[in-house]
């Protein structure tokens, strides 16, 4: 709330509701502080960018210690659709994914398999590092909350994602859709007409 008393709301629970939620993408900087200057400004998540920034691992695993410093979620975007890529940024302590180029419910399942520990998924099980603070506890208590709490956020940004909209975004697991405007618009012939009745 607005008297500082509530806590941040998880990503999770911020794709539960419709009303506007303010981020940011970084793309090009990294300083310790950045997290709480983001949230001294009103971002509600972030978004640390693997794609297009040429922020590596080592980058972000970092950056998102700074920003569980701030109380600030955290989604990374992948810079490709293989399995290390997606379960090493979770292992990093991600909270949120998004993965590129995602066309079809089939995809999509196949990429959350990647984010998720059995029985939801195939994600190799690696315990008492980043993601889970460092702490100790009970394995299947652990791997059920890790599921419960990581998002996928399935990036929209070809005409075939628009035409699988509806399967993928109907795919337990899949917490939201995201467009990538530009690239869609690209796949679709009208590069970067975005006022274009299609």
Known sequence: GDDGTMAQPTLKQMTRHGRLKVGTFLVEF?????????????CEYVLLDMEHSGFGIDTVKQMLRYMQAADMPAIV?????????????????????????I????????????????????????LQIAHDRYEPGPVLEKLKAANKRSTF?????????????????ALKGVDALWIGHFDLTVSMGISGQFDHPD
């Open 30 to 42: 990294n300083t310790p502080g950045i997290g709480q200057i983001l949230k001294a400004g009103g």
């Open 153 to 169: 956020f399935a990036l929209i940004e070809t005409a075939e994602g628009v035409e699988n909209a509806d399967g993928i975004a």
């Open 103 to 126: 066309g079809s419910a089939k995809v999509a399942r196949e990429l959350l398999s990647y984010i998720k520990y059995a029985p939801e998924g195939g994600r190799g099980v690696a």
């Open 77 to 101: 975007r992948v810079p490709s659709r293989e399995y290390h890529h997606a379960a090493r940024a979770m292992d990093a302590g991600a909270e949120g994914i998004m993965l590129p180029m």
